[in-house]
């Protein structure tokens, strides 16, 4: 199943309603797109790297 993940950090306030108001403003939408958006902030780290860059994936995709 396709998806949009925004991945826009502080944009919008740092809140999901705030990323969607982003995305609307640029006239993506889940209607427009024709897929989900998955706005949310949960994230859990996957692995971690000697130089202290963690991988993040939305703990909502992957862990539901």
Not at 2 to 30: D, F, K, N
Not at 38 to 51: F, G, K, P, Q
Request: charged share 20%; proline share 5%; net charge negative.
């Amino acid at each position: 199943l396709p998806v949009l993940i925004p991945a826009m950090g502080s944009h919008g306030g740092a809140t999901t309603q705030g990323q969607r108001e982003v995305l609307r403003a640029y006239g993506v939408t889940e209607e427009s797109m024709g897929v989900p958006i998955l706005a949310m902030h949960s994230a859990r780290e996957l692995a971690h790297r000697d130089d202290w860059r963690s991988l993040l994936k939305l703990a909502e995709v992957f862990f539901a």
